[in-house]
């Protein structure tokens, strides 16, 4: 018996009668709320139903999706968003395992989240004797995220939560199973031991300091540096150290790069940034310091052509031991929160940061602006049909005019050509498509990011990636959320000029020819606009953003516009052997 079941044994003298009782429905519900958790992303079922109005009864944010899967991206964001585990709540086995997927995102991107799924009942499931949506959820769930949990006993509820909530947000963030068999929600005790066997969490991310040999370590190797950069990540971004990282940045005066949803950390238009030199910094830096970066396929290993022949001295920040020499070796390991160990570089610092040499910050800047100068006639163009360069110009405005408003981006070239074009200004503004390059965040990320932040929320979509979750605009209609959707429709997948050579079935990568995806949301009561040049896409965006209504513009390009895999087409593997 475990401990809260012996006090609940102790606190109960009374026959049951008498007494005053709760269950696991209400034990769950407080156990959330005494935690500060009041939004869940779900969708209902046996044997949550009830759950989600009770939830909803006692002052919960219930938000209902039409699938799980953009349920637990939506919870995966949130997650980022706050620095608490966003909750997403399933039913069983196939509604667990649409929620499954975000969960792993979540644990691929270091976002804290715990997926709550109901299961059926254990004696059934582990004798394998056919229940309704009968499945080993927890042992299915265990490869996929970062910790995974079942409550048996309704008095355990209390602990089963306070281990989630530290297991998603303690160290590196990620993604928590906790596994509810239907019987617990019904369980019955008393009330008074109920309440006392919830658990407040105290301190459910504490501050990892950083040793003060690593910090000095640290700053001799970047003092020494003659061609430093500094690259800026997402756990950056997801630290909440926006201050101390701004100002460590600007007393290092070393260049930085912003990873993707490190955009805006500092702004994109910072004298210091080398977005648009990116090719240059990697290529001939000397000494690169990671903050809340990893070393992986989006940063090329760390090694090879795009990091040129210059050797390379690398120093991590990261709360993640492990991480350290995953790739190349890491001549600085600095390990603990970005928020501890930037403060404890700054203090070692001291007043005693050399600049950088003038050459180099010279090389990068004359490379910067001579390549925005290069882009910025092509962002001006009214060509129609539009090609992305035009319809991005005009969406480079509007987010500089509106910063605070969040921008969700996915697809390809959607993506790819977005990420350069638009800059960022403000922290935590650009959400996308992370670690995996996943198809199918939009529309959960645009409902959390409108539901946590209280802000606009402004998608960018290619038309293949805004279908993998585009029956929630219904969900962004039923709660009248400000999201403004502005679909790249080039009628594919990169392009949608693709023929079959053989037969009259369409191309792999195409879509029926001059699809109206405004006419979609109007089903549902939305604003739906058809924008065939940059004017008309500028108006419509405009007015979206003003009146905060659910908004759906039909951007329509010219379906020979975009790349094979956008910026990425080298990962594409080949066939050599002759076409037929
Ligand atoms: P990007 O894709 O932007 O390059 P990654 O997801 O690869 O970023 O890397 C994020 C890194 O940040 C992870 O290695 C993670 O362990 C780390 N991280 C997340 N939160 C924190 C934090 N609060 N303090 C330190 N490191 C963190
Ligand atoms: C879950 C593979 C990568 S990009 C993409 C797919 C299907 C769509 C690109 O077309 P889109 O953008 O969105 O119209 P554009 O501007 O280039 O035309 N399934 C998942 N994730 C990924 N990444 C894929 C498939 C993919
Ligand atoms: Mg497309």
New binding site residues.
Partial sequence: MSDAAVKAREAAPTPEAEQELTDGFNLIIDALKLNGLTTIYGVPGIPITDFGRMAQAAGIRVLSFRHEQNAGYAASIAGFLTKKPGICLTVSAPGFLNGL?ALAHATTNCFPMILISGSSEREIVDLQQGDYEEMDQLAVAKPLCKAAFRVLHAQDIGIGLARAIRAAVSGRPGGVYLDLPAKLFGQVMNAEAGKKSLVKVIDPAPAQIPAPEAVKRAVDVLKSAKRPLIILGKGAAYAQADDAIRRFVEQTGAPFLPMSMAKGLLPDTHPQCAGAARSTVLAQSDVVMLIGARLNWLLSHGKGKAWGTEPKKFIQIDIEPKEMDSNVEIVAPVVGDIGSCVEALLKEAGNGMPAPPADWIKTVTSKRDENIAKMAPRLMNNNVPMD?HGALGVLRTIVKERPDAILVN????????ARGIIDMYQPRKRID?GT?????IGMGYAIAAAIETGKPVLAV????????SGMEIETICRYNLPVCIVI???D?????TDVNSVGTDPAP?V?VKGARYDRMIEAFGGVGVNATSPDELKRAVNAAMDSGKPTLINAV?DPA???E??RIGNLNPQSKLKKK
């Fill in positions: 997927t992305y996915e697809g390809a070239n959607t993506l790819d050509l498509v995996w390059g996943i198809m199918g979509e290619g038309d293949s990636a805004f279908g993998f790249f429709n080039n594919g997948i990169y392009r949608g990568t879509f390009l516009a975009g790349s895999s956008g």
